[in-house]
């Protein structure tokens, strides 16, 4: 019977669309890498394959400096955010419920229910100002506005990590006279590493991958990688704009890789 | 009263205050820039606006009232504002049409992920995984060269001969909708795929060994099931279309404004901030109410499966 030969995991019709989905995710991305390789300056007309925009890009002191600043940001606000994601994770996690936890918890999360465009306007109000009164034009904005927003996506692996975690080793260091500190240090971070370094990588994704927030509150002069292409874009279309989004697309490959390896080690 | 339990109150709340500590830094940061910034946001919305953008400590509802209506310059008369109300219908129709879009090719694919044998599921998530983690903004220039005047389609089809000149595609509601469907529906497959993972595949075998048909087991074993996976994916491409900026400013310019766009343009030329406020709380609000909408159908799900 042909019925009986159906197989409910295979569904007709499902097939068909996941491998159209998989082709149109990935078309766009093949003919953007495939662009970069353009010797042409004119985007669109095919003049050979050459590296010239790649080496373009490298000598190219604004996009170098712009490089810098966006690695040095995320770096600094996915650190700090996880530090702190992490002391609040402990803090809302593996304990009888006590007064406030509903409320740090929901503080902690605010960012992620509010859209990043009023969080940007919001800031924009004020720190313009403290700019005028204190004549700051430093760093120092950025790294407070992506560190607010990278605190609940550090905060998420973290505390999911902790709420799995076992308490009984925990308790036998405790059990063994070890102190709060050298029990913290030797056993509950170790245990927690894998959630700390998941909490990082999103941090640093989610701070690399901004561009409302760095558009809105940058001072002048001061470029982000996502500010920098998107000034490009508006103001000339060259293949050089295919190079860096070649190589920010890279980026994401090797830190997606890199994940991927980390934790296939350890199952 | 006995000493016993005061003792414990006391270790209680000693613990209390040390959880609270623990939690200050990430509290304080937030509090000050992000709830203060809101504060002032709403504080904002009901100022009256300075000449040269900022505003002046004049209180005034004009701000709330430009959200929806526009005054005549000569007989003040109000009018609802044609041009805001588009723009708010297009916000939500899109984000709608975006979820839509995603839902149709997210869940087959998340299911087609699920059912594959373990080794070649970890291939296919990772696939999925690449994109979600590509800059947003490099995903839109890739969409943006597709449908270009000058782009992968309109050079396609005049090489067939399909058409004689480029059609115009760019700067559309359809651009618009195409990029953010593009740029969220790996936020659609990653949830939907959670679930239909966990799903346990004896449950529709049993359903089918009773002579229930396709489509009955599918509507009543399988989706039941699914369907929280669903709801979290629809959440988590319906929240960020919504205040979508990047995307529609590339793909629909200025003719296809989203209210992210309206937004900013108010701090920018337009210059009127207290709209500009007023307009931003709208939008926060109309997120918090799909949020809302979201927690109340997953724990109204939950208290079903209990009872």
Known sequence: ?267 | MGEAPNTERDAQNADARQRWRLALPAVTIIMVFSILPLIVVVLYSVLTPGDYGNVRWVFSTEGWFSVLFERDIFDDTLSLSDAHLTILARSVGLSLLTTALTLIFGVPTAWFIATRPPAARAFWLFLVTIPFWTNLLVRTIAVQEMIRSEGVFNRLFLWLGLIDQPIQMMFTNFAVLLGMAYVFLPLMVLPVFAAVEKFDFRLAEAGYDLYASRLFCLRKVILPLVRPGIIAGSILVFVPSLGAYVTPRIMGGGKSMMLGNLIEMQFGQGRNWPLGAALSITLTLLVLIALIYYTRLTSGRQGRSHG
């Open chain 1, 1 to 267: 019977m042909a019925e009986r030969a159906f197989n409910i995991r295979r569904l007709p019709g499902v097939a068909t669309l996941a491998i159209g989905c998989f082709v149109i995710l990935y078309i766009p991305m093949v003919i953007l890498v495939g662009n970069s390789f353009n010797a042409g300056k004119v985007i669109g007309h095919w003049e050979g394959v050459s590296l010239h925009w790649y080496v373009a890009a490298l000598h190219n002191e604004a996009f170098l400096a712009a490089a810098q600043t966006s690695l040095l940001l995320a770096t600094l606000a996915a650190l700090i955010a996880t530090i702190t994601a992490t002391m609040a994770a402990l803090a809302t996690t593996r304990a009888a419920d006590f007064r406030g936890q509903g409320a740090i918890h929901l503080i902690v999360n605010q960012p992620l229910m509010v859209p990043e465009i009023v969080l940007a306007i919001a800031l924009l109000i004020i720190l313009a100002q403290v700019k005028q009164a204190t004549g700051y034009t430093g760093l120092g904005y950025l790294i407070a506005a992506h560190t607010t927003f990278c605190i609940p996506f550090a905060y998420m692996p973290i505390r999911a990590r902790l709420e799995g975690m076992d308490l009984s080793l925990e308790t036998a260091a405790a059990d063994l006279y070890a102190s709060r500190f050298y029990t913290f240090r030797r056993v509950t971070l170790p245990l927690l590493a894998p959630g700390i370094l998941a909490g990082f990588m999103l941090a640093f994704v989610v701070s690399l991958d901004d561009v409302v927030m760095s558009d809105f509150l940058k001072s002048p002069g001061q470029e982000t990688l996502p500010t920098y292409l998107m000034g490009e874009l508006r103001r000339n279309l060259t293949s050089e704009i295919y190079a860096i989004s070649s190589l920010l697309l890279l980026i994401s490959v090797l830190i997606v890789a890199g994940s991927w390896a980390a934790t296939r080690k350890k199952a």
